[in-house]
């Protein structure tokens, strides 16, 4: 969709807080409307108690809202809430425009930028999931859809046949989906028997996650300015200064309002975050929205039941800050300020992550046979070597090994 293309939308939220928050959540789902190919050529704001049940703002402001449109020759809405589909159908009603919520941009973006196989089969359940219960009544509000957001992912040839057609889909996809879990269950066992230590990378979305892992490990995964510029996971590996190797795994970036639909099904790839040693949560510390943001982070943890993980906070992007800006979670273990666009403090970084490693590991001083030395190999890659020396009777070595390792042909 070029530039001239572009669909226009009015933003719109109803809200009960402070304003600050309210235009902040609309400057992120302006944000999001840009990734997904169009633009906000308004806003219109509603302070309420609770959103209204039938036209989410109320009929009076929703006829504003109709005037506000034909002036701005927008295509239609987007709320900044997941609208009932009652609140879906009378507001495409009133309006006679296209009407769109935070859930199905979310949803849209994810279509659009899901690779893996695994990815679309869950980008297109979940939206099966949000669009088999606005089926019914809601053949006007489809309709007006057309083209461009919202359409992407599964075709309305597929949503405007009966319940019972859509939940076989949605049974189909979930035994798919389930298949490839395993496969994804079996390679991580296969790791976590190879003994390398696994920081799994978490943090809100466009925090700096895929460059931070690009730096570290001498990568090329796609990075951009963008929301949700990345979905798939992504394992690389990173060799420490003792010369142990790390396994490093970005995940989805987290966001306000994450639809359940998409915890549900990305549980499993957001899960890797689960079977680390260490969680590195990145934070992009020149974001005014940074607390909130982390606050949606460890949220959103819980949520996955994830949790008795030492976490390590890298605030990002901190050439962009004061010198003299606090920086602190009361969450993390560790905290840092670096930049993973130029490099700063990442040695620091790795030598942080290091020193929490150690923590699960044990030291040891044996003689390894010299009919063993291959296990010294063994040691670089799992372990981190301290000493060693050639004598008579074998190599004399000092290590940090993982519990539970056991060295081939060593005597102690």
Known sequence: MNENTREKYILLIAYSGEEEEADASLDELAELLDTAGAEAVGRMKQKLAHPDPATYIGSGKAMELKISLTAREADGIVCDDELSPAQMKNLSELLDAKVIDRTMLILDIFAAHAHTSEGKLQVEMAQLKYRV?????????????????????????????????IGKRISRLGSEIKDMQRVRMT????????????????????????????????????????????????????????????????????????????????????????????ILHVADASDPALEMHMQVVYETLRELEISGKPIITAFNKVDLLEEDTRLWDDHADESIRISAKSGYRLEELLECIDVILQ?????????????????????????????????????????YIPDGVSIRGAVV
């Open 359 to 399: 923590k699960n590991r044990r030291l040891v001083e044996c003689t390894i046979s010299y009919t063993e030395a291959k296990a010294l190999a063994e040691l670089r890659r799992y372990g981190e070597l301290l000493e060693e020396e050639y004598a008579e009777d074998g190599i004399r070595i000092k290590a």
């Open 133 to 165: 219960s606005r089926l019914t009544g809601a053949g006007k509000a489809m309709s007006r859809l057309g083209g461009g957001i919202g359409t992407r992912g599964p075709g309305e040839s597929k949503l405007e046949t009966d319940r019972r057609v």
């Open 187 to 278: 390679t991580r066992k296969k790791r976590m028997g190879n003994l390398r230590p696994v920081v799994a990378i978490v943090g809100y979305t466009n925090a700096g996650k895929s460059t931070l892992l690009n730096r570290l490990t001498d990568s090329e995964v796609l990075s951009e300015d963008k929301l949700f510029a990345t979905l798939d996971p992504t394992t690389r590996t990173c060799v420490l200064k003792g010369g142990q190797e790390v396994l490093f795994t970005d995940t989805v970036g987290f966001i306000n309002k994450l639809p359940h639909q998409l915890i549900d099904a990305f549980r499993s790839t957001l899960e890797e975050a689960r079977y680390a040693d260490v």
